[in-house]
């Protein structure tokens, strides 16, 4: 049990460090409005997450209990979706590219509110979540609807300090990225070895 949630923990460690729209939005209103604007943002995506993981709490968890082999179709479309996510960061550029030019000042609550929206009305999140979720089941005797509460909360707590810390330290972060720019290429590998590595996880005879 331990072990499959510290590995959940630190693959959701690896998927919040590598860049994406989410964490380079929080480095960009950090950078121009200021740290707790940038945090203001990162409440407000985990907070979006919530949702999602209701979502697939209560759906998953259906599924699982009326028919397993439905459950081994979504297991084999989430290996598939992360293979797909693998393929897309290969073929994208390595290079880090943000701007914080023409990006118009608000108030803590409209970055919540922003953040939030962002989260909720993205449909790659719920894909993503029922992809990922369900490989890290870790209970044969707890509610699965109380398994997935657990793992994202875990997701959520991670993903904010992840979030908080480059919110935190934008002005370093953004320096080290145009001084280094193979920190972008170290990064998207990671990202392809953690997409590959959850695919293979997914589809190992072990696997939950």
Do not use: R
């Amino acid at each position: 049990m331990f072990e499959t949630l510290i590995s959940f923990a630190l693959t959701t460690a690896a998927l919040a460090i590598s860049p994406g729209p989410d964490n380079i939005f929080v480095l960009t209103q950090s950078i121009v409005n200021g740290k707790k604007f940038g945090i203001a943002t990162v409440l407000g995506l985990i907070t979006g997450c919530i949702i999602h993981t209701t979502l697939i709490a209560f759906g998953v968890s259906e599924v699982i209990k009326a028919n397993e082999n439905i459950f081994f179709i979504i297991k084999l479309f989430g290996a598939g979706y992360l293979l797909y996510l693998a393929y897309m960061v290969y073929k994208s550029d390595a290079k880090i590219a943000f701007s914080t030019e023409n990006i118009e000042k608000k108030t803590t609550f409209q970055l919540f509110k922003t953040g939030f929206w962002m989260n909720i009305l993205n449909p790659k999140v719920t894909i993503f979540f029922l992809a990922f979720f369900p490989q890290f089941l870790f209970s044969i005797t707890t509610s699965t609807v109380i398994q997935f509460y657990v793992l994202g909360g875990i997701f959520m707590l991670v993903s904010f300090i992840i979030f908080s810390l480059i919110a935190i330290l934008a002005g370093s972060i953004s320096e080290l990225i145009k001084k280094n720019q193979n920190v972008g290429v170290y990064l998207k590998w990671l990202q392809i070895i953690v997409f590959v590595g959850i695919a293979i996880f997914i589809l190992l005879p072990d696997s939950k």
